[in-house]
């Protein structure tokens, strides 16, 4: 605990104003589920683009990047071409064809790509698990958070984070999310570039910090990291970034295929920003406290004790941007995976009021889950988040990169796919991660494989279910 100035109190009640504001005023014009759920198919290039931004850079970045940063020093930094690679498949491959779909949600593709409600009910459940892993990592977070500021338990700084974003989730649905995403954007990139130069001034400057460090441990300013290690965490994060559920489920928002291409773009320089300052940021604490008991407590402690107070409060309003913003997409795509893709399903002649009704029960709850897991310690928030990241590449990259993109793709391929992915990751990680591999390649590895062999030997999809994806199908070409 460290003396709390006013001035914390004042930005954060402020910062916390404005967001619910912004879900109420986004709110009013959502009159059907498909209004709530894609934001009416209205969201621009800037804005989408700081909305993807927001909702990548999570808990992971601010706190658990940081916080490996602060333990480990610079390698890590090396993940991030992994992450970005993923966008460019994301962006050449994947998005124009999602947002040209024209769906409500990421299971809509595996249904119709794939002519199976089966697929799409799996994807749904698979989807609703691994983003209760990675909640888990978001409530920590927040717990760290509030408990290193203001000392109060964790699991109740993690009650108030979540408690806030639920109001603005239910209320304006992704339409409030995007307008806040974008506003969070906007305070994360901001506050941390303006920081930096006022922590390296504290720490003694640039110099000082480097020579420090190396003699503290020579490995912080080299590699830490095996360059083994580092192609998996690049790969982990960029393979589920290329198919993220949550940020596939933007670009339904986005206005136009070009609106896609130019958000992904826009998205980059946020990214960029934040990646440089969150290295620079956890070296800089690791010279001025040493011996911080736990890494992730490093962005707080920076924020409370280091920085002038506006400065320091509008940099905890920025971890705090960076959880609500994943944990509001991440909910809204959980919930629609129940109300519009499992109880759609289970009740295909459901009313729009029913779905709207099950979807905002299935916020609250899934939102409480992962509470259950959290009041118990983790591992570091960063490591959560990777694992979260690897299930979710596991079960999806082949079927939505290589479904997009090769029309022999089957049903059969699909469903074994996903679920040989899942059980490889989970089978792998159980048994210690032999020969050292990360996860997410043996689960990539054995998913694609799958995919491709059973889909050689099994029944091909109809034309009519891949015309969305494709154009015009060789019986269209034979009638014209």
Not at 30 to 47: C, F, M, P, Q, W
Not at 136 to 148: D, F, K, R, S, W
Not at 463 to 470: G, I, K, Q, T, V
Request: overall charge positive; aromatic content about 12%.
């Amino acid at each position: 605990m460290f003396e709390i100035s006013p001035v914390f109190y004042y930005v954060i009640i402020g910062y916390f104003i404005v967001i619910l504001s912004i879900g109420f005023w986004s709110g009013r014009g959502n009159k059907t589920s498909e209004d709530h759920l894609v934001a009416n198919r209205s969201i621009g290039a800037l804005i989408g683009g700081a909305a993807l931004a927001a909702t990548q850079m999570s808990a992971g970045t601010f706190v658990g990047t940081m916080g490996v940063h602060y333990l480990t020093g610079a390698s890590f930094m090396w993940f991030w071409p992994g992450l970005w690679l993923g966008w460019v498949v994301s962006a050449i491959w994947v998005a124009p064809k999602f947002q040209r779909f024209n769906g409500v949600t990421v299971p809509d593709y595996v249904e119709a790509r794939y002519n199976s409600k089966a697929g799409k009910v799996i994807a749904a459940v698979l989807i609703i698990v691994a983003y209760t892993v990675y909640l888990i990592g978001q409530y920590v977070a927040g717990g760290v958070l509030m408990n290193t500021i203001f000392g109060i338990p964790m699991i109740w700084g993690a009650i108030i984070t979540i408690g806030i974003t639920m109001i603005y989730t239910l209320k304006g649905g992704m339409k409030a999310t995007s307008y806040s995403d974008f506003v969070q954007a906007i305070i994360m990139a901001g506050c941390f570039f303006a920081a930096i130069p006022l922590l390296f001034s504290q720490a003694g400057g640039f110099g000082y910090v480097g020579t420090l460090l190396t003699d503290l441990d020579a490995s912080i300013t080299g590699w830490h990291f095996s360059v083994k290690d580092l192609i998996g965490f690049g790969l982990a994060f960029g393979l589920s970034m290329a198919i993220a559920p949550y940020e596939l489920a933007r670009m339904y928002t986005l206005k136009s295929q070009k609106t896609v291409r130019l958000a992904i773009g826009f998205s980059f320089v946020f990214q960029a920003i934040v990646a440089i300052s969150v290295a620079l940021g956890g070296m800089a604490m690791r010279s001025i406290f040493p011996v911080l008991g736990n890494g992730d407590a490093a962005s707080s402690v920076m924020a409370i004790n280091v920085l002038p107070p506006l400065v320091g409060a509008l940099l905890m309003v920025a971890i705090l941007a960076s959880i609500m913003s994943t944990v509001s997409g991440i909910m809204i795509v959980s919930a629609s995976g129940v109300s519009h893709d499992i109880f759609g399903v289970i009740k295909p002649n459901a009313t729009d009021r029913q779905k709207m009704r099950v979807n905002r029960v299935a916020v609250i709850v899934l939102a409480c889950i992962p509470l259950i897991f959290a009041i118990k310690p983790f591992d570091m928030v960063q490591f959560i988040v990777m694992l979260q990241a690897s299930l979710v590449a596991s079960f999806f990259f082949a079927i939505v990169v290589v479904g997009l993109n090769w029309k022999g793709a089957t049903k059969a391929g699909a469903i074994s796919a996903m679920l040989g992915g899942v059980a490889t990751v989970l089978v792998y990680f159980l048994i210690g991660k032999p020969f050292g591999l990360n996860e997410v390649i043996p689960g990539v590895l054995v998913s694609l494989i799958i995919l491709l062999v059973v889909s050689k030997f099994t029944k091909p999809v109809p034309e009519e279910s891949l015309r969305p994806f494709f154009g015009d199908t060789k019986e269209d070409k034979k009638a014209a």
